[in-house]
């Protein structure tokens, strides 16, 4: 029964792992060149060794490797590790997102009068009494 079962996932496992082969196969193709049958290049991929979004994927791929094996061989504890990815992108995105932040916060304090704030029903009821206006109703 117990060996029945073990071979159940073993082949479950060989399954998922033939699948995940083939999709880091297909997704990493982008970086392969491409040649004529004449042996000339005719495509030589996406350039692996740029900077920017590339540079970034490869930290995440070197980060999973990591996380991987440390887990796998001293302690389930490394999972944490992945709070570097976001941790990294704010950081990196805090120089554009922050000017918009404290000048949404700015405009709104500078439009407000120093005094208390009041409703726009107080300041209209004021308005009127100043003027000396009675509003009647009819029916």
Same mark, same amino acid.
């Given at each position: 029964?117990?060996?029945?079962? %073990?071979?159940?996932?073993?082949?479950?496992?060989?399954?998922?792992? /033939?699948?995940?082969?083939?999709?880091?196969?297909?997704?990493?193709? +982008?970086?392969? @060149?491409?040649?004529? /049958?004449?042996?000339?290049? /005719?495509?030589?991929?996406?350039?692996?060794?740029?900077? $920017?979004?590339?540079?970034?994927?490869?930290?995440?791929?070197?980060?999973?490797?990591?996380?991987?094996?440390?887990?796998?061989?001293?302690? %389930?504890?490394?999972?944490?590790?992945?709070?570097?990815? *976001?941790?990294? /992108?704010?950081?990196?995105?805090? *120089?554009?997102?922050? *000017?918009?932040?404290?000048?949404? $916060?700015?405009?709104?304090? %500078?439009?407000? *009068?120093?005094? @208390? +704030?009041?409703?726009?029903?107080? +300041?209209?009821?004021?308005?009127?009494?100043?003027?000396?206006?009675?509003?009647?109703?009819?029916?």
């Amino acid at each position: 029964m117990a060996n029945a079962s %073990s071979k159940k996932i073993a082949a479950n496992n060989a399954k998922i792992l /033939a699948n995940l082969r083939i999709g880091f196969l297909v997704v990493n193709n +982008a970086g392969t @060149p491409n040649y004529k /049958a004449d042996g000339t290049i /005719a495509s030589g991929g996406d350039d692996l060794n740029a900077e $920017g979004l590339t540079a970034y994927m490869f930290d995440i791929i070197y980060i999973t490797w990591f996380v991987h094996i440390t887990t796998a061989v001293i302690s %389930s504890k490394f999972w944490y590790t992945y709070i570097v990815i *976001p941790v990294y /992108a704010g950081f990196k995105l805090w *120089p554009f997102i922050a *000017p918009y932040l404290k000048s949404s $916060g700015s405009t709104e304090e %500078s439009n407000e *009068p120093a005094g @208390p +704030a009041k409703s726009k029903r107080q +300041a209209k009821l004021e308005e009127r009494a100043k003027k000396g206006q009675n509003v009647k109703y009819k029916r």
